[in-house]
């Protein structure tokens, strides 16, 4: 193989750091010790256990549950629950190092473990002491994984207006109606959904937990996706499911607000996630132009070439600052969060996807092959455009935000 021939594993030892990071790209800028520690393990449990193997899970579709077991080992399972029930009790911000770095390995692995620790969160946040005992433990270690249930086929941005529908029979919910593009959806073993237990609107929407083998619980076809492989997505179906009263988060009309405070940490989750793909993808365009030469000279000699370069770093930075601003403002219960969180989310995973699309295109005829480890982050993180909200509500909150009173 050629020597600049970036597949997976070559891809693997760059993250290692074979390739010092330039100073300005150094993703550990401005942490204390503590938060440059868990870095430090997340990149090389990234850099060991997920690039050789990223290119197969996305081939061969693979979910890898022992993986992200061993990643659970290292507290990644339960990051920002309480400790009490298992969780790594860490913050935000700490949070979002964590995935970021993680990403650098597996962007789809990632974002699907972001998915999980909201989930866990919710349950630790909402649930009384009864239920996050029965949940937590076993979802912090990962020996059982969570799914986020909210979009509709018919509701996906207007989630206010979902259908599903849970009549309260005695001590129990007969919950009937459908859920589109569950991540984990079919493998995994709990299930955190939104239904109308009450009128119409976001005030009529309680959130239940349920367990895969409740009698009246199914699931559709594995969806075939352009990237986000080594997750499954399925529709998951209620047909008279019946759910103990006690599976209940919260009170009843308390769903819906349950569902966005959950949705402010996920926006940046998967943008954290969206930022690891493009800081590799950065460092793998970098490696490719210094050692591709055409017209006698290598890449890196081209000064178009150089000027897009620093755009793509400084455009992550920015990227990531952005994200850190906003963790920190819902760490500290700000009243200004969501609509950084939303800014934040609009911001990095546009701005990445162009990143990871440019080294892509920096890589010629060579980006675009499936031995190369930048076309995956390009179909990986496309998707975090458009999922925990889609970049256009992002807009509609940040100017609702802007033009209220």
Not at 107 to 123: D, E, G, K, P
Not at 240 to 251: E, H, K
Not at 279 to 291: C, G, I, K, M, W
Request: aromatic fraction near 8%; charge should be neutral; glycine fraction near 10%.
């Amino acid at each position: 193989a050629m020597a600049w021939r970036a597949a997976p594993r070559a891809a693997a030892r760059l993250l290692l750091g074979r390739r010092g990071i330039a100073s300005c790209l150094d993703p550990s800028t401005g942490l204390t010790e503590d938060q440059k520690e868990f870095q430090k393990v997340a990149l090389d449990f990234a850099a060991k256990e997920m690039a050789p193997y990223m290119a197969e899970w996305d081939e061969k579709e693979i979910f890898p549950v022992e993986t992200m077991r061993k990643a659970a080992q290292l507290g990644f399972g339960g990051i920002y629950v309480k400790p009490d029930v298992g969780g790594s009790g860490l913050s935000r911000l700490d949070t979002s190092i964590i995935f970021e770095a993680l990403s650098t390995g597996c962007a789809s692995t990632t974002a699907y473990m972001s998915i999980h620790n909201m989930c866990v969160w919710m349950i630790d946040t909402f649930g009384n002491e009864e239920q996050r005992r029965r949940f937590c433990p076993s979802l912090c270690s990962m020996e059982k994984f969570a799914s986020y249930c909210l979009t509709e086929p018919g509701s996906g941005s207007d989630a206010a207006s979902l259908l599903t529908s849970a009549q309260r029979k005695g001590d129990t919910y007969v919950l009937n109606g459908s859920k589109a593009f569950i991540s984990g959806g079919g493998d995994t073993d709990v299930y955190v959904v939104m239904c109308r237990t009450g009128g119409p609107g976001p005030k009529g929407i309680s959130c239940l937990v349920l367990e895969k083998g409740m009698p009246g619980l199914s699931f559709g076809k594995k969806e075939k996706k352009v990237g986000w492989n080594s997750q499954p997505t399925r529709a998951v179906i209620f047909e008279d499911c019946i759910v103990p009263v006690g599976n209940r988060l919260g009170a009843e009309g308390q769903g819906f607000s349950i569902a966005m405070q959950g949705l402010n940490g996920g926006r940046i989750n998967i943008a954290s996630c969206s930022l690891g793909a493009a800081h590799a993808s950065v460092l793998l365009a970098q490696e490719h132009l210094t050692v591709r030469k055409q017209f006698g000279e290598p890449l890196a000699n081209n000064q178009y070439l150089q000027f897009r370069l620093a755009e793509m770093a400084t455009r992550l930075v920015a990227a990531r600052l952005m994200v850190r601003n906003a963790a920190r403002a819902l760490q500290d219960g700000r009243e200004d969060a969501a609509v950084l969180c939303s800014m934040a989310k609009l911001f990095a995973t546009d701005e990445c996807f162009g990143i990871c699309n440019q080294a892509l295109q920096m890589h010629g005829g060579y980006g675009y092959l499936k031995d190369y480890a930048v076309q995956q982050f390009v179909r990986d993180i496309r998707v975090h455009q458009i999922l925990e909200g889609t970049n256009e509500v992002m807009r509609m909150i940040v100017a609702r935000n802007l033009l209220q009173g």
